[in-house]
């Protein structure tokens, strides 16, 4: 397969994680590798190179692009949007950003995924293990699985004729390690060690193992299994160490190839979600269809006691990272491969609605998160829901019903549909809308507050409770906890001091409309 291009990684990337301000050689321009800048070493040449200009600022990297265009470099890649495009052109080299809040290894690790994910075959790194698995099997003469540290079987060897047992019949069946009363302890063992180990039978009819511990930089990343019966070639242990290290390489690269996918799924949803992203060929790379509602869950980080102690207060960049994974974790159990971002501290799942009984689910879904996010994070969450819309073509308004259902104060319950505070969410638009437009905020109320907050009267809350009262006396009264004729001098008042007219319909109408929405007067006070 041919090399990345610029125009391959622009595909990949693009949108707001990788913006192009310059391409002179055109978008077939080669990319061959991602480098960092070291302003300590000598830049080295690299045809076809991404520099990435780390610890130097977007504006001033003018020296580094024509470095760059020296070194045969293909672009510079700045951070922030002032880069030096008239020199970047004129020096032959492409100009890209990424976004200012982005970390240099970060920015490293996702062009590195793609550009070495464009030549990969469609089968992957799971393709690849089966493969390994293979060769280590016909290496050593024994049957070899590759699992990864929960014990799932992620490759398994397919060579003729190696001798295996019910465990690794069963293993390959269900995809994970059958559970028994000695695994705990062999697993214990092999991941104390830095070498193959040698494994007993654990039950009558089964074969030893001979298995290794997968490590990168420290971590365990899984193991590998071979079946040893009885005629593993001498060098086995040797084969394994050197497939150890293979399998290391191939789980990294297919842990940046998923990461690289949530990325790209990400920045698609939230095109999405704003509406910008074409419905029918987005609904199929988000594997979306049919009817959907938005799920919306953010941190409730006003419900928490103000101590006055802000180090104990969460970090809620990280906080919210760790519930979009509590979000995705469960919407995936349940759903399996699931759309969901993290967007402005809110967390956007889409869910399907099929079935008379979807709104159910989502209830108890959503229910389900906020209880176990709260536990986990040690923070309160919340959870909006939109409505039901029939296809991602409409979902930017079921993910604007859930914004405002968060916007409410906090309800008594911490997860709500937009039908269920219907009337709350309705007046809060009216609000907005009203608070936008002069003609419709202009009038008399505005007089009324201020001349209650100068003369300490409560005229407004009057009005607000005889409107509330069908413009009865004896009720406004009641829910003001005052004298029927004590309501009815208050009206005088308005009348005499504002001039409102109180007999017009119209003019009451708009007047509580304004009370109600604008001046946030409840209906009960007394």
């Not at 580094?64 to 700045?78: D, F, K, N, S, Y």
């Not at 214990?188 to 193992?209: H, I, M, S």
């Not at 001039?499 to 946030?520: F, H, K, N, S, T």
Request: aromatic share 4%.
């Amino acid at each position: 397969m041919d090399a990345c291009t610029l125009g391959d990684l622009l595909d990949i990337v693009g949108g707001a994680s990788l913006r192009l301000h310059s391409a002179p050689a055109g978008l077939g321009a080669p990319v061959t590798e991602v480098v960092l800048y070291d302003a300590q070493a000598p830049l080295p040449r690299t045809p076809g190179a991404l520099l990435l200009a780390v610890g130097t600022r977007a504006a001033a990297t003018g020296p580094l692009a024509r470095a760059a265009a020296g070194a045969g470099m293909t672009g510079l890649v700045v951070r922030g949007p002032d880069g030096p495009a008239a020199e970047a052109e004129a020096c032959g080299v492409a100009l890209l950003s990424v976004p200012e809040d982005t970390a240099w290894h970060q920015a490293h690790l996702l062009l590195a995924s793609a550009v070495g994910a464009r030549p990969v075959s469609s089968a992957g790194g799971q393709g690849d293990l089966f493969a390994l698995a293979d060769a280590i099997a016909a290496a050593t003469g024994g049957a070899t699985a590759v699992e990864d540290p929960r014990r799932r079987i992620l490759a398994y060897s397919t060579v003729p004729g190696q001798p295996v047992d019910e465990d690794r019949r069963q293993g390959i069946l269900g995809l994970q390690v059958p559970t028994g009363s000695g695994n705990t302890e062999q697993y214990r063992t092999l991941f104390a060690a830095d070498v193959p180990v040698r494994l007993p039978a654990l039950r009558e009819g089964a074969l030893p193992r001979l298995a290794m511990a997968v490590r990168a930089g420290g971590e365990t990343l899984g193991s590998v299994w071979v079946v040893d019966g009885g005629t593993l070639a001498a060098d086995a242990a040797e084969t394994l160490v050197q497939g150890a290290s293979t399998a290391a390489l191939l789980l990294l690269r297919a842990r940046a190839a998923q990461e690289l996918a949530r990325h790209r799924t990400g920045d698609l949803l939230r095109r999405v979600l704003d509406g910008t992203a074409d419905a029918a060929g987005s609904a199929a790379r988000l594997g979306v269809e049919g009817p959907l509602r938005v799920a919306a869950f953010a941190l409730d980080t006003a419900g928490l006691p103000d101590d006055g102690d802000t180090a104990s207060r969460p970090d809620t960049e990280q906080t919210g990272l760790r519930l979009l994974d509590v979000v995705r974790l469960n919407c995936e159990a349940r759903y399996g491969r699931h759309a969901c971002v993290l967007v402005d501290g809110v967390v956007y799942a889409v869910l399907p609605a099929v079935g008379e009984h979807a709104g159910g689910r989502h209830r108890r879904l959503a229910e389900h998160i906020v209880a176990r996010a709260g536990q986990a994070l040690r923070v309160p969450v919340r959870a909006g829901l939109g409505a039901v819309v029939a296809g991602l073509g409409e979902v930017a308004g079921s993910r604007a019903d859930a914004d405002l259902v968060l916007r409410l104060p906090a309800p008594a319950l911490p997860v709500a549909t937009v039908d269920e505070v219907r009337p709350r969410v309705t007046l809060l638009r009216l609000a907005e809308v009203l608070g936008q437009r002069r003609e419709l905020s202009a009038g008399s109320w505005q007089t009324v507050l201020a001349h209650d907050e100068e003369h300490g009267t409560d005229h407004a809350r009057t009005l607000v409770c005889w409107f509330d009262a069908g413009c009865d006396m004896a009720g406004a009264a009641k829910l003001l906890a005052v004298h029927p004729n004590t309501c009815r001098y208050r009206l005088r008042q308005v009348r005499q001091l504002f001039g409102i007219d109180l007999d017009d319909p119209d003019e009451r109408l708009v007047l509580w409309l304004q009370l109600r929405v604008l001046a946030g007067l409840g209906p009960v006070y007394g």
